[in-house]
């Protein structure tokens, strides 16, 4: 896929958030208001440049998403025995999540999303107490090895997203 209109920094979160599946997402506690951080696998939606979760009613995270719905993700690039650990690239993502209605046109574009990154997902889309929860990026800060840093817009995140 070439996406020649990003320049090179917006190429290489592209190509981290293409290449990596999971990230941990930090949420609010519903109970006490403390970070609580867990490890989501994610989907791009390239249609609606939102990240896609399929989580369960049961998971502390998604009654934390309901009532505060403002989140922050870290994805990471994979760690090598042979390259320092601060070169690691990375990007914690600022987002605001939602759960389209189910059957909506954003909800079934999320379920696609998914399933496209996760196909044998599939029966577990068919459970009622799962559901897909989108991530609608609002800003991130972007560590692209040691001394390479930069807060990117939400106007260039949508780009990454959806090229």
Avoid: C, K
Wanted: charged share 15%; hydrophobic share 50%; net charge neutral.
């Amino acid at each position: 896929m070439s996406t020649p209109h990003l320049p090179r920094l917006g190429l290489a979160l592209h190509a981290l958030l293409h290449a990596r599946r999971h990230a941990a997402l930090g949420t609010l506690d519903a109970q006490g208001g403390g970070a609580f951080v867990s490890m989501v696998p994610y989907a791009i939606d390239t249609a609606t440049q939102r990240l896609v979760l399929h989580v369960s009613g049961l998971a502390a995270h998604t009654a934390n998403m309901a009532a505060a719905p403002r989140v922050s993700l870290l994805v990471t690039a994979a760690d090598a025995d042979d390259a320092p650990v601060h070169d690691l690239p990375r990007v914690t993502l600022q987002a605001l999540a939602s759960t389209p209605a189910p059957d909506s046109p954003t909800w079934a574009s999320a379920r696609a999303a998914y399933l496209a990154r996760f196909p044998s997902a599939e029966p577990m889309t068919e459970l009622p107490d799962f559901r897909f929860v989108t991530l609608q990026l609002i800003g991130a800060r972007q560590v692209a090895g040691f001394g390479t840093a930069r807060t990117v817009t939400p106007e260039e995140l949508a780009q990454v997203l959806a090229a």
